[in-house]
């Protein structure tokens, strides 16, 4: 199912750099679950009954009619000035933040791309948490890096391992998802988070700080993002998006960093795509302006965290002894682990058969992979539907 693509036909032939890397099995997976019948709990899937379908209604409704030739029209590739001062004042809760330090991107995803293509050579090593966002290794692998992991605990990275990395393969960047990463769920606590600001400054080793999840939190402190540790802005890309938390369809995202980067990032973004969709980049602005997000949020907090919950309850009660897995305080992700050299990635044609989806985890290695591993998404299914897909599941692993 997952493929790493090695030819093409008509005469086409494949730049070098596209050599490893793979097709995303999450999207492959996606792609066979046209099955009416299937119970997925493999993609980052926000439920779309949650949407605030009347107020992006009203949204786009307002852009299309006061705005209307502005937003069919070609645009700065930095971003609309509205979306620009929406996003930086909501940002500035965690980290005071200027419009101007503020690139919009069609969604984080185009964020992750456009600091490969900025920052990375061909052979440059990015570290990356072991393990991490797939779809990064991939945006990484195409600018012909090479990605090297680094080990992790139940509250994320080690520093003494960062630090060692660092000594060893001299990164270009350090890329993390510090909280409610994808795909273990886990986040980094204060202290952690405080332990690795100090190893890259102490350094100077540049990050890229993913953040799509950290509003979907459920419980614990709110940990705020290593970029608005002392010293850290400057050092840091943060990518954030309106996918979780609104709806991944606008494919709106920004990045925020300081300095001579965003220059090149915006160069980069135009030789990309020119400049993300007006319409719902104004669409997004006027949502932000106008609804209540934060309350938008606390809803779809509150669905997840039940559905988090039976998922948690449900899987305690099914998994073999020395299995584990992670209980996320936020996001949309649950890890799991089944040990005793057993690998996932053969098991799921029996749990497709049986009506039931997940990935497997040794997609999310950059190498190394613990095969034992798989990724559950709790967000997409109500109760009813995790428990049921939870059953299936049983039977194809025979628990
Ligand atoms: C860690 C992480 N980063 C980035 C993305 C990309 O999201 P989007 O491009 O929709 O903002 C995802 C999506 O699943 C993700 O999990």
């Not at 209604?57 to 307002?62: G, P």
Request: with cysteine; net charge negative.
């Amino acid at each position: 199912m997952r493929g790493t693509i090695t030819r093409v036909s008509n005469g086409f032939q494949l730049a070098t750099r596209f050599s490893g890397v793979t097709t995303s099995p999450v999207r492959d997976i996606l792609a066979v679950l046209s099955r009416g019948d299937v119970i997925s709990f493999a993609g980052g899937i926000p439920d779309a009954s949650l949407f605030e379908l009347a107020d992006f209604r009203a949204a786009f409704d307002h852009v299309l009619t006061h705005q209307g030739a502005r937003a069919l029209q070609y645009a700065a590739t930095k971003g609309e000035p509205e979306l620009l001062e929406q996003v930086a004042s909501r940002l500035s809760r965690a980290l005071p933040t200027t419009p101007d330090q503020v690139q919009v991107t069609s969604g984080s995803q185009e964020g992750i791309f456009l600091v490969g293509q900025v920052l990375l050579d061909p052979g440059d090593v990015v570290l990356v948490e072991q393990p991490t966002y797939l779809a990064a290794v991939q945006a990484f692998a195409l600018a012909g890096a090479s990605l090297v992991p680094v080990a992790t605990d139940d509250h994320g990275v080690l520093p003494e391992a960062l630090a060692a990395a660092i000594a060893q393969h001299h990164p270009k960047f350090v890329y993390l998802i510090p909280t409610f990463q994808n795909p273990t769920g886990r986040s980094m606590p204060a202290g952690r988070r405080e332990a690795v600001a100090e190893v890259l400054l102490r350094t100077g080793v540049p990050l890229l700080e993913d953040d799509p999840y950290g509003e979907l939190r459920f419980e614990g402190e709110a940990a705020p993002p290593l970029a608005s540790l002392p010293g850290m802005s400057g050092q840091t890309v943060l990518l954030n998006s309106a996918s979780k938390v609104m709806a991944p369809g606008v494919r709106i995202g920004w990045l925020r960093a300081e300095g001579d980067i965003l220059r090149a990032l915006e160069v980069a973004k135009q030789a990309v795509g020119l400049q993300s969709a007006v319409t719902d980049q104004l669409a997004v602005a006027h949502y932000l302006a106008t609804c209540d997000l934060d309350a938008h949020i606390a809803r779809v907090v509150g669905v997840y965290r039940e559905r988090r919950d039976a998922m948690a309850a449900g899987l305690a009660g099914i998994l073999p002894a020395g299995a584990d897995i992670t209980r996320p305080e936020g996001g949309m992700f649950l890890w799991v682990r089944l040990g005793g050299g057993l690998d996932t990635a053969l098991r799921l044609p029996t749990a497709l058969e049986e009506g039931v989806a997940y990935v497997p985890g040794r997609a999310f290695f950059a190498r190394d992979a613990d095969a034992s591993t798989m990724r559950l998404s709790y967000v997409t299914n109500p109760v009813g539907t995790i428990t049921e897909g939870l059953a299936r599941l049983g039977r194809a692993f025979g628990w």
